[in-house]
């Protein structure tokens, strides 16, 4: 069984900084795509960075400069560093593991970010 879970989410203050963790189990975060993902209210699902099997990251323009995604083979954990947050950051943030050619894609449940002006 396959198993996503965040966490690290909160209320934080403009500027301020936050680490989201996505704990994962029954799949192996070296071995695909992963990525963090966010969804604002009224708004649709957005990507915020990946990061590939052979540690190639890729980020949103929005949050490029702010944010580091990382992973830890040894965990089995991803994770998103936020720093220099802004209102518009305010969202749930989902952990993804990518598909690959035999297995489908999984979200987490999300953890909520909250940033205050």
């Known amino acids: 069984q396959v198993q996503l879970v965040e966490s690290g989410g909160g209320l934080v203050q403009a500027g301020g900084s936050l680490r989201l963790s996505c704990a994962v189990s029954?799949?192996?975060?070296?071995?695909?795509?992963m990525g963090w993902y966010r969804q604002a209210p009224g708004k649709q699902r957005e990507l915020v960075a990946t990061?590939?099997?052979?540690?190639?990251?890729n980020y949103a323009d929005s949050v490029k400069g702010r944010c580091t995604i990382s992973g830890d083979n040894a965990k089995n954990t991803m994770y998103l560093y936020m720093n220099g947050l802004k209102p518009e950051d305010t969202a749930v943030y989902y952990c993804?593991?990518?598909?690959?050619?035999?297995?489908?894609?999984?979200w987490g449940q999300g953890t909520q970010v909250t940033v205050s002006s």
């Open positions: 990061i590939t099997s052979g540690s190639s990251t």
């Open positions: 993804n593991a990518g598909p690959t050619f035999i297995s489908r894609a999984y």
């Open positions: 029954g799949i192996n975060v070296g071995t695909r795509t």
